[in-house]
């Protein structure tokens, strides 16, 4: 039964899309199962396995759970350029890197014009890759959406923020069931970032992987010890003056992940109060 859902899940999309049978197998059995053995060996070599990069640090959104929010102190804003994005994209395939990439840290990604041209490079390079764009899915329509599955985009999270339910998303997951899941804000616990979301001030004893397992780099090029580090305050290099393996193989990125993974959160100032659950975010 299950294997049957899924199959009907598959169908659907696959016709909704206009894809002939072999291109759109190929490809989908190729990134949702075959990838993940590639990606295990990855981890075990390199310990990464997911990607956030921030092209674009605009969001249309102020929730009163996010640091763009008016309440907080705001960071300087602007957008990686291309070059960049093609040099990280460049040193992510010296790997053949098969994990996830997500044009995403803080901003909406559906704001950058350039996101099809950034992720059809993308796709070029990293044909192993799991690419998922996070958005809020204010300007996401079926025409959008076709577009960036066209290039290579294969999954869309969408989160809606609005406190009722959106007809658009709701269509659009119903289509392309495969594509696209739409949750609700509601429906995740809220995470006290770097402690300064809500002030909880709770002491958090135990291991983060993320570091471990997870490259961040803002629109800046900066490489951030964790996606919590709206501020960069813990920067470990900045990759348009290092190369990124020379930043995630260093001795301070090293020793950061030591102390985490010991549970020892209360040495790292961004991470003292930080009650993220610290798994591996794949």
Known sequence: MILLEKFKTWEATRKNLGYKLSKFYLHNLKIRFFRKFKLKNQQKRYGLVSTNLETYAYCNRKCSFCFNNERFPQRSKGELSTYFWQQIIDQLAEINFAGRISPHFYGEPLLDKRL?????????????????????????????????????????????????????????QKKFPLHIHVRSYKDYPKT?????????????????????????????????????????????????????????????????????????????????HCDDPGVIPW
Not at 118 to 137: C, D, E, F, M, S
Not at 158 to 169: A, G, K, Q, S
């Open 116 to 172: 099809p041209e950034l992720l059809a490079y993308a796709r070029q390079k990293l044909p192993w890759a799991h690419i998922v764009v996070v958005t809020n899915g204010d300007f996401l329509n079926e025409t959008k959406l076709r577009q960036l599955i066209e290039v290579g985009v294969d999954h869309f999270a969408v989160t809606n923020y609005d406190d009722c339910e959106r007809p658009i998303l709701q269509e659009l």
């Open 192 to 272: 006290d970032r770097t402690g300064e979301i809500f002030h909880k001030n709770k002491l958090v004893q135990k291991p983060c992987l993320r570091p471990t397992s997870q490259l961040v780099i803002n629109w800046q090029g900066q490489v951030l010890l964790c996606c919590m580090d709206y501020y960069a305050k813990e920067v470990m290099g900045n990759i348009k003056t290092n190369k990124l393996w020379e930043i995630w193989n260093s001795p301070k990125f090293q020793k950061y992940r030591r102390i985490l993974q010991q549970g020892q959160r209360q040495k790292i100032g961004i991470c003292k």
